[in-house]
């Protein structure tokens, strides 16, 4: 396997396990579903660090097609150079630091925003090399 497609293979992997954290908080705090939780859509409350926890679900969701789209592109045309390889592998760390410091609250110096931010620039860069 190529070294773009392992980090694509290794960030698909982390977004798929991230709903784990958010059902342990629904398990800890509200115990198993119960058969009216599968007809009432209702939210059931659970602490802030699992309400953060279903938002590093959704936020790595809503940014892991455009990354994986240009990965994959970027393979096939045979533009997945050291750059791409760099940004693939860039991503996928600054989504595991971005998920940490989201599911924890950490609010220093805007960290949050500034590693989302290089994560956008590491598909900017992606993207970028399949045009060149």
């Known amino acids: 396997m190529t070294q773009d497609l ?6 698909a992997a982390f977004t798929a396990a991230l709903w784990i954290p958010y059902i ?3 398990l800890m705090t509200n115990g198993p579903l119960q058969p009216e939780n599968y007809t009432d859509p ?3 409350k659970v602490p802030l660090w699992g309400l953060r926890a279903h938002r590093v679900y959704l936020n790595a969701l809503e940014n892991f097609a455009p990354f994986a789209a240009l990965v994959i592109v970027a393979h096939l045309i045979g533009k997945a150079d050291s750059v791409v390889i760099f940004c693939a592998a860039s991503y996928f760390w ?4 971005h998920a940490i410091v989201y599911w924890f609250g950490i609010s220093f110096m805007r960290i949050r925003t500034v590693v989302f931010t290089l994560g956008f620039f590491c ?3 992606i993207f970028i090399e399949i045009i060149r």
Not at 6 to 11: I, N, R, W
């Open 123 to 125: 598909v900017l860069g």
């Open 42 to 44: 209702t939210w059931r």
């Open 6 to 11: 392992m980090y694509l293979a290794f960030t």
């Open 24 to 26: 342990v908080s629904q």
């Open 94 to 97: 600054l989504r595991v630091i």
